[in-house]
């Protein structure tokens, strides 16, 4: 679109080229490398270190989605895609191998290396098609953390009340970045995600409509609800308010006060069913007062 990024200070400015670079230029670059290896793929090659130039690729692939500050193991401060991903699980409670922490290793980056490691796997083994899907999945995995980055902007220029110039211009990278591939699957909601998070919104972006028209395309994208979660505030351990996963109405804590106050009253029920029953059944085989008796008498209780 028409990004006038001339309206913003430094401040803008600078988050919109450091994000720009790691999101959109490095990310963009990631897959050429992919696809470079599988351009150079041999099928079923049978003589020795045939595919060592794709495998070479690959790495390489590899290389510029982690970068070299997260060290050996992940845990250092990076500034590139693997990075994001840890972060933002941690903002959508989708860390660890179930996807529903709040710290760690982000359930992506599990699922992504290890589509690396199998695709390595085959292309060295020369099965070129087989690689091509882990490519694929790969992609579809690496827009995850974009589509938090840009619910997260939309949430703090709307509802967290801070329409700054800063967050505006995070929001709308991070749409610059992942509208392409909504827009293939839905032109309107791409239109729509646009329209909410462009430079020069000015706090009108519209945090729910945004939510909605991304989560219209999570099946098209191979994406699920539980990859991408919901805006989650660990002090009170709840979801915001209008920010739970999809296909969620009622927030975790809600859920579970809702769900056991429904089980004791079905229980109470029950319970109170029950002794009825028996009062009854009690009544009417050792009671000596007939019921003739009991009305003329004018009594009111029934055997």
């Not at 050996?72 to 529903?100: H, I």
């Not at 009340?161 to 791409?190: I, M």
Request: aromatic share 8%.
């Amino acid at each position: 679109g028409n990004a006038d990024f001339s309206m913003y200070t430094e401040v803008g400015r600078g988050e919109a080229i450091k994000k720009g670079s790691a999101y959109m230029s490095v990310w963009m670059y990631i897959i050429r490398e992919l696809e470079a290896a599988i351009h150079e793929c041999k099928n079923d090659c049978t003589v020795a270190n045939c595919n060592d130039e794709p495998v070479n690729s690959w790495d390489e692939g590899v290389a510029f989605y982690t970068g070299s500050l997260e060290g050996t193991d992940g845990s250092g401060q990076g500034v590139f895609p693997y990075s994001l991903a840890d972060k933002r699980c941690e903002n959508f409670r989708t860390c660890g191998d179930l996807a529903e922490e709040t710290s760690g290793t982000s359930h992506v980056n599990i699922q992504i290396l290890a589509q690396f490691v199998d695709g390595k796997r085959n292309l060295l083994a020369g099965k070129c098609d087989a690689a091509r899907q882990n490519k694929e999945r790969i992609e579809q995995l690496m827009a995850v953390p974009l589509v938090q980055g840009t619910i997260r902007y939309a949430y703090v220029t709307d509802l967290g009340n801070d329409p700054s110039e800063k967050p505006e211009a995070e929001g709308a990278t991070f749409a610059a970045a992942v509208l392409p591939l909504v827009s293939a699957c839905d032109e309107d909601a791409a239109t729509t995600i646009y329209n909410n998070m462009k430079v020069g919104q000015n706090g009108a972006a519209n945090f729910v409509t945004v939510k909605n028209a991304f989560e219209s395309v999570y099946a098209c994208m191979n994406i699920r609800c539980a990859d991408v979660g919901g805006l989650y505030d660990a002090t009170t351990g709840d979801y915001m308010n209008h920010a739970q996963p999809c296909g969620s109405t009622e927030s975790s804590s809600n859920s579970k006060t809702v769900g056991l106050a429904v089980g004791l009253s079905i229980g109470g029920v029950a319970l109170i069913a029950i002794i009825v029953l028996l009062s009854r059944r009690y009544c009417g085989s050792h009671s000596n007062v007939t019921t003739n008796t009991d009305v003329a008498g004018g009594d009111k209780m029934v055997a």
